[in-house]
Nanobody, 118 residues
Framework: VQLQASGGGLVQAGGSLRLSCAAS????????WGWFRQAPGKDREFVAG????????YYRDSVKGRFTISRVNAENTVYLQMNSLKPEDTAVYYC????????????WGQGTLVTVSS
């Protein structure tokens, strides 16, 4: 299985970006998805997650109300819509997938850089 993340770039504070992550190699319809990020000099942190059914989503507090995670199982793709971006959102964003309810993420994308200028 390979995850390919895309959509990162440079945006001004207050702007928006939409990240995509497409899976290839197998269908991940029974997998939970997550987005993580790692800023320079910091540990990787969880950003958002979505259950395999798409009915349950969860977010870290700092992005609630600004970010929206969604998935299209038929496309084997997960999205992260990021609005009202802040400079502190600057990081490399990674998508990941795990078989539903398992504690660890099995598959990781290569990361896409998001830079928010003030």
């Amino acid at each position: 299985v390979q995850l390919q993340a895309s959509g990162g770039g440079l945006v001004q504070a207050g702007g928006s970006l939409r990240l995509s992550c497409a899976a290839s190699g197998r269908t991940l319809s029974n997998y939970d998805w997550g987005w993580f990020r790692q800023a320079p000099g910091k540990d990787r942190e969880f950003v958002a997650g979505i259950r395999w059914s798409g009915g349950t989503t969860y977010y870290r507090d700092s992005v609630k109300g600004r970010f929206t995670i969604s998935r299209v199982n038929a496309e084997n793709t997960v999205y992260l819509q990021m609005n009202s971006l802040k400079p502190e959102d600057t990081a490399v964003y990674y998508c990941a997938a795990r078989y539903t309810d398992q504690p660890e993420y099995d598959y990781w994308g290569q990361g896409t850089l998001v830079t928010v200028s003030s």
